[in-house]
Every structure is written in structure tokens, then in C-alpha cells.
């Protein structure tokens, strides 16, 4: 069930509400209202819960892709060298291939999202390494003050650290939004896969919140990520 259509880049979706074997495409490019291939244009709540462990630092996308950033980011670099001096060629250069880490990936694409919110509706941010960091103790209204903010916080961002996901994952329960969307790149270091899987269950029960993820990179946990969605209600997405 595999879609290669974006690009070089492999990506995968499962709609937990269609029959088994089904899939559908998307495009993990950066767009308003949206988070990796996620519609969030008509959402009410939405909790991200998003990995900053220290694996996030690596580079993602295919081999193709990365020569491809690392030969843009020389030329880059080699050009304003030219212009502006050796300091700043550098500097140019670190910034492009910078944005090939995975991390770097994860804050265009939030706050793109967080800009395409529905006036009205609500989100909070929980981030997680060793601990779990909350953005907010309540949810947060959306308007262009709210979002403005945390698009300076989150572009300040650093990964690193170990995988704290199951504790990510119950905290976004408990924060108040009707939907939930968990991305990381790896597996928890906390608990087991299976515990989550058994944790939500019982915490979601009546099915309220809707839990959606996102997989990147090549060390995700695929049938992990993919459960999870399909037994909440969700969609998983895919990539390296």
C-alpha cells in the first residue's frame, strides 16, 4: 500500500475509517492549514505531540534528495562566499543543509499548519525528548497573536535527547482537544509499543479523540504508528 508519486520522496497513507487494504496519496509538501499530508483547514481542536529527540537532528529524505540539498546548499554558500565573504558563504551554506534535518522539517510544516487553522478553533503543542514539555497548560485560541508566538517559539527549537513517547502521547489525551496527531521518527524509550497501544486504549475508550501519526524517517515503527491510527479513528502518513 504504498504511494511513490510525491517526488523522491516514499510516502504512505492509512485512513483508519476505510476497509483494510485501502489507501490514498498525499502530498507532504508545505501548505497553510496543513501538516505533513494532515487537512487541518476545518479542524475545531488539534493537540500536536512532536518528537525532539536527538535522532530528529539527522537528515531525512532519499539519497538522491540529500546530494541534491548538499550540492544546492555548496553552490549557495560558494556564491554568496563570493559576494559577502568567506564568513557568510559558510553561514549560507549550514542554513540550506540545516533544513534537511528532520526537526528543521517538523517546524516549517507546523507552523504552515498552525497559519491555516480555522479562526475559532483551538491547539496545544506537546513536545517530547527525555521529558514532556507542554506548550500550554489549556488549549490556546487560534488568531495571529497565538500563532505568531509559537512560530517564534518553535523556530528556536533544538532536538536531542531520548524518546519519551508514551508520556507524550497520555499527556496529549488529557489536554482537550478532539483531535490528536503524534509524529516521531523512532521508538519510545519509555514503554513498549504494545503498552501505548493498550495505555490509549483504555484512555480512549469511547473513541472521543481522534489520533492520527506521522512516521519519518527510516527507523519509524511502522506497524506501531500504523495501529495506533487505525485503532483511533486516524490516518497514518508515511516517509523517509
Not at 106 to 114: E, G, N, R, T
Request: glycine share 14%; charged share 15%; aromatic share 4%.
Amino acid at each position: 500500500m504504498q504511494a511513490r508519486t510525491v517526488g523522491a520522496v516514499s510516502v504512505l497513507v492509512l485512513m483508519g475509517g476505510l476497509a483494510a487494504g485501502c489507501s490514498a496519496h498525499a502530498s507532504v509538501s508545505v501548505k497553510p492549514g496543513f501538516f505533513f499530508g494532515h487537512d487541518l483547514r476545518q479542524a475545531k481542536s488539534v493537540v500536536y505531540v512532536l518528537d525532539l529527540s536527538g535522532s530528529m537532528r539527522e537528515q531525512s529524505g532519499s539519497v538522491v534528495e540529500q546530494v541534491g540539498t548538499n550540492a544546492a546548499a555548496k553552490a549557495g554558500g560558494s556564491l554568496a562566499g563570493g559576494l559577502l565573504g568567506h564568513g557568510t558563504g559558510q553561514a549560507v551554506e549550514d542554513t540550506v543543509k540545516k533544513l534537511q534535518e528532520k526537526v528543521e522539517k517538523v517546524k516549517l510544516h507546523l507552523i504552515a499548519s498552525l497559519n491555516g487553522l480555522p479562526q475559532g478553533s483551538q491547539f496545544n503543542v506537546i513536545l517530547f525528548s527525555d521529558g514532556v514539555q507542554k506548550l500550554s497548560p489549556v488549549m490556546v485560541p487560534v488568531n495571529p497573536g497565538t500563532t505568531g508566538l509559537v512560530s517564534a517559539f518553535v523556530a528556536r527549537l533544538e532536538a536531542g535527547g531520548s524518546t519519551s513517547l508514551g508520556s507524550a502521547i497520555n499527556a496529549g489525551l488529557h489536554t482537550g482537544g478532539d483531535q490528536v496527531i503524534v509524529l516521531t521518527d523512532g521508538v519510545p524509550t519509555d514503554t513498549s509499543p504494545q503498552e501505548i497501544l493498550e495505555m490509549v486504549a483504555r484512555e480512549n475508550n469511547e473513541h472521543t479523540i481522534r489520533v492520527s501519526t506521522v512516521g519519518v524517517g527510516h527507523d519509524q515503527d511502522f506497524s506501531f504508528l500504523r495501529d495506533l491510527a487505525q485503532q483511533n479513528g486516524g490516518v497514518f502518513i508515511s516517509y523517509d
